[in-house]
């Protein structure tokens, strides 16, 4: 795939620039510098990047641009956890970060710097709606991805799987005709439990092929109805687990043991992300394996014959508001997404507007599935589907409630599907009512 330059007209690389530059130094409350200078932090959850030195090579390569900044690259195992912890701290969560996940959108200005309004960076940036509040954009997407299932091309192929699954009926079948075989045919990673969470949540809207199917969620009472995207997501994830098509025992799941696994033909398929892709690969490459045992598909649903997969950023970049290098981490930032190659070496969808779909979903656009971007909630709703989920204490964003429908479906907690769906439409229904009043 050809660079980052390539797709970017540089004078619309330089505007963008521009824009966020100037808009950080005219939002600097804290008296830091204009220039592109000083030591800056760097926050991340991809430790395999600090690992193989990937990221010494990107900070190399930037610094040799901006000889005035040094960058130190803090990777961390539990992303989430320990940097909302640290938000606690003004100075404690560097200068550049991944947005957390569990950062509620009407909190971004208490953490972090506006970067501009959100209607001018559309010219030039996809995914912008997660971060965008009152029409003022606080995170960029580092990259995006696809959202839907990664599946093993051999062991479908040894399993007498030619065409791929259009409904869980038929991705169902597949799965018990990869069982047959001695293979695990769905890995949840339910120990782990971060895949459960948004890696199933972000395809909201390919099953119903509906934009702003999270926003029609939050308003709904009881969106654990038949023909609803959540009903379809947890109800094929339940009927794999009640059919004894997951792992043997959850509990002993391991994130980074499954991908040499899914490698060497234990794992039949995991929903995951795009980004998941050239992680796999690598592992496959590293097990003397062809990476071409990586394949991607949609969601296993149709609307009208048609499939679609939604896409939509991955970790945002954020600049801490508090930071009194808000020039260099804001060149730091842009560095990431204009020119340093990054999605193209991972796989995932450049948030760069005029950039081409990276060659690991090509797959899709050969099949003529429809990419389809997550729309912008209305003004003043921003939130509404992530606060929702907090008052109902249903985390569709988290692990807990889907580690709970499979225990269930499992037989290892008290209930069945229609029960707990019953429950989580109770509590998801009280959520609507309380927050429209």
């Known amino acids: 795939m050809a660079s980052r330059k390539a797709f970017v007209g540089l004078a619309a690389v330089a505007a963008a620039t521009l824009l966020l530059t100037s808009c950080a130094a005219g939002g600097d409350s804290s008296g830091g510098s204009d220039e592109v200078k000083g030591d800056i932090t760097f926050l991340t959850n991809r430790t395999d990047l600090e690992t193989d030195g990937t990221w010494d090579e990107y900070v190399e390569e930037f610094e040799k641009a901006n000889p005035d900044v040094t960058v130190k690259v803090e990777a961390i195992t539990n992303y989430e956890d320990d940097v909302?912890?640290?938000?606690?701290?003004?100075?404690?969560?560097?200068?550049?970060?991944?947005?957390?996940?569990?950062?509620?959108?009407?909190?971004?200005?208490?953490?972090?710097?506006?970067?501009?309004?959100?209607?001018?960076?559309?010219?030039?940036?996809?995914?912008?709606?997660?971060?965008?509040?009152?029409?003022?954009?606080?995170?960029?997407?580092l990259g995006g991805n696809a959202n839907g299932v990664l599946y093993n091309t051999q062991v479908f192929a040894d399993a007498g799987i030619t065409d791929l699954p259009t409904t869980?009926?038929?991705?169902?079948?597949?799965?018990?005709?990869?069982?047959?075989?001695?293979?695990?045919?769905?890995?949840?990673?339910?120990k782990d439990g971060w895949p459960l969470g948004g890696q199933w949540t972000n395809i909201i809207g390919a099953v119903t092929a509906d934009p702003t199917a999270q926003t029609v969620m939050a308003h709904d009472e009881a969106p654990w109805t038949e023909g609803t995207d959540i009903y379809a997501l947890d109800s094929l994830l339940f009927d794999a687990v009640h059919d004894g098509l997951t792992e043997a025992d959850p509990l002993t799941t391991n994130w980074e043991q499954s991908k040499g696994d899914f490698a060497a033909g234990k794992i039949g398929a995991m929903v995951l992300g795009s980004w998941a892709i050239s992680q796999f690969q690598a592992a496959a490459t590293d097990a003397g394996v062809d990476p071409g045992v990586v394949g991607f598909m949609p969601f296993?649903?149709?609307v009208d014959g048609q499939q679609y997969a939604t896409i939509a950023g991955d970790y945002f970049l954020g600049v801490n508001k508090n930071s009194s290098k808000k020039a260099a981490a804001e060149a730091w930032m842009n560095w990431l997404i204009e020119d340093s190659g990054f999605t193209d070496t991972q796989g995932m969808i450049s948030a760069v507007s005029a950039a081409d779909l990276p060659a690991n979903?090509?797959?899709?656009?050969?099949?003529?599935?429809?990419?389809?971007?997550?729309?912008a909630a209305p003004a003043g709703e921003e939130s509404l589907f992530s606060d929702t989920a907090d008052t109902s204490q249903v985390d569709v964003w988290g692990n807990i409630y889907r580690q709970k429908l499979i225990d269930i479906a499992r037989g290892q907690a008290d209930g069945d599907k229609k029960s707990f769906f019953s429950q989580l439409n109770e509590q998801w229904g009280a959520a609507v009512d309380e927050l429209a009043q």
Not at 168 to 174: G, S, T, V
Not at 361 to 375: K, R
């Open 84 to 141: 909302k912890t640290r938000l606690s701290t003004p100075n404690g969560y560097g200068d550049v970060l991944l947005i957390p996940n569990g950062v509620a959108p009407d909190q971004y200005a208490d953490f972090f710097e506006p970067l501009g309004d959100a209607a001018d960076l559309a010219d030039t940036y996809r995914f912008l709606a997660p971060k965008t509040v009152d029409g003022t954009q606080y995170g960029i997407a």
């Open 300 to 302: 296993p649903t149709n």
């Open 168 to 190: 869980p009926e038929d991705f169902l079948k597949d799965l018990e005709a990869v069982k047959a075989n001695g293979v695990t045919p769905l890995y949840t990673n339910y």
């Open 361 to 375: 979903l090509s797959g899709l656009s050969d099949s003529g599935v429809e990419l389809l971007e997550i729309a």
